[in-house]
């Protein structure tokens, strides 16, 4: 029979307390505060077509980058020792659509900063390039989940 390890127990023990107490985690407090500060854009920019532009664009690299890193992590599962080709060159997409993604997200604090609105948001997302790739990777799961949620009703394709 199988033995969990004690950190692993431990782990799960810590979940369970979680769930009973209704407490969410520091990934799941990070993940809706990713969230907030992407719907707060989405009012923002609402009124403004160049600011809803640029977020439509954020929208789009999030999303390409969301699956380029699918694939670089599909292509990573895979054997990589039989193409190591391939493994690169989906890794070299990945970086390229994670360097648009937060070139779009830079280019919308700069339209916000020449309108003269807040653009504290952009400090709020994180100044790493693994904070604003975590953004992009929350917000193109809500996309996917909005996306879902529009297309099928009850198992059925919506016409």
């Not at 609402?46 to 992590?73: C, H, Q, W």
Request: glycine share 6%; hydrophobic share 35%.
């Amino acid at each position: 029979m199988e033995r969990y390890s004690r950190s692993f127990l431990k782990e799960r023990w810590e979940e369970k307390r979680r769930d009973e107490l209704a407490e969410i985690s520091p990934e799941q407090a990070q993940r809706e505060k990713d969230l907030d500060i992407y719907l707060d854009l989405r009012k923002k920019t609402a009124e403004d077509p160049g600011l809803s532009a640029a977020l439509v664009n954020i929208e789009k690299a999030a999303v390409r980058y969301r699956a380029t890193v699918n694939a670089f992590s599909k292509e990573r599962m895979g054997d990589s020792e039989k193409d190591p080709a391939a493994l690169k060159e989906s890794d070299d997409y990945r970086r390229l659509a994670h360097e648009v993604m937060i070139g779009e997200i830079n280019v919308l604090s700069r339209l916000f900063r020449k309108t003269g609105l807040d653009n504290e948001w952009r400090r709020d997302i994180g100044l790493e390039r693994e904070d604003a790739g975590r953004w992009a990777l929350n917000v193109a799961g809500l996309i996917y989940k909005r996306f879902e949620e529009n297309t099928y009703d009850a198992g059925r394709v919506a016409k």
